[in-house]
């Protein structure tokens, strides 16, 4: 029955979705997480998505969360000198995280959950009718 | 007078078996709208319709690979062309794929009121009140 499926399809696009709103939270909460040296400054995160291929049918399944990258745009620096985490030339390093991008990912993120719960439940519905059937 | 199952429930009963393949298509186009370089499906409802009902006439598969017989693969998944390409190769339309996953549940709930309309004829039929 295909209608078994949908939820299976729903189900990984929620949580693809959910983890793209996770790395998103996290990429806006560190926004000014500042570091003293390059390598240990946060930087932005990204999930990577792919479709599932369901290689028996030969069918699209739904959607996996291949990997979470890191953004390789150059780190913001800052001349602060009497911060304490300045370097020796009264630089500090902040985040490559870019809020707007990150607003505009969320806004996204949060419309296609939300069409996924409705996939959800319209499908539920019907499923729901079906074991009716004859009543 | 006989009444086979085949010739009460008719068409109806292949109606909600297409109509349920293609929720589950539209749903995977919508699980993957923001999946890069994934490219939006569907199915030819009439035709893949047409081949269940002849259902004879087609060679059950066990792989992906096996051949058909001859003639078009009913329900042979279809590539959707996008009204505007995307930059990251997606040609899923939220829009398009959502007003066609409620048109295809309103048409599935359609048939299956139809069948439960049969179904219920049947009882009348058997309990003979």
């Known amino acids: 029955m295909s209608l078994f499926n949908v939820f299976d399809i729903s189900g990984s696009a929620l949580r693809a979705q ?21 390598a240990t400054t946060y930087r932005a995160r990204q999930p990577v998505f792919a479709a599932q291929l369901d290689a028996a049918e030969g069918e699209s399944g739904g959607v996996e969360v291949l990997g979470i990258v890191e953004s390789q745009a150059p780190l913001r620096r800052e001349y602060r000198p009497d911060h304490p985490l300045a370097d020796s030339q009264g630089y500090v390093n902040l985040p490559n995280v870019n809020p ?36 | 007078m006989a009444i086979g199952f085949e ?21 995977a186009n919508l699980a993957n709208a923001d999946t890069p370089n994934y490219q939006a499906r569907d199915i ?76 219920q004829g049947l009882l009348t039929a058997i309990r003979g009140e």
Not at chain 2, 7 to 27: D, G, N, T
């Open chain 2, 44 to 119: 030819d409802f009439k035709a893949t319709l047409a081949g269940l009902q002849g259902r004879s006439g087609t060679l059950k598969t066990t792989h992906p690979t096996h051949l058909q017989g001859g003639g078009d693969t009913p329900g042979e998944l279809l590539y959707r062309m996008p009204d505007q390409m995307s930059i990251d190769g997606n040609t899923v339309e939220e829009e398009q794929e959502k007003s066609a996953f409620s048109d295809n549940a309103l048409r599935y709930q359609a048939s299956l009121q139809l069948l439960n309309n049969r179904v």
């Open chain 1, 100 to 135: 707007v991008e990150e607003m505009a990912n969320m806004i996204s993120a949060s419309r296609s959950y939300q069409s996924n719960v409705e996939v959800f439940n319209t499908s539920k519905q019907m499923l729901m009718r079906t074991l009716s059937l004859g009543e």
């Open chain 1, 18 to 38: 959910a983890i793209r709103l996770n790395t998103t939270a996290g990429n806006m909460a560190n926004i000014d997480s500042i570091s003293s040296s390059t």
């Open chain 2, 7 to 27: 010739q009460a429930l008719s068409v109806h009963a292949y109606a909600l078996e297409v109509r349920s393949r293609r929720a589950e298509i539209l749903a």
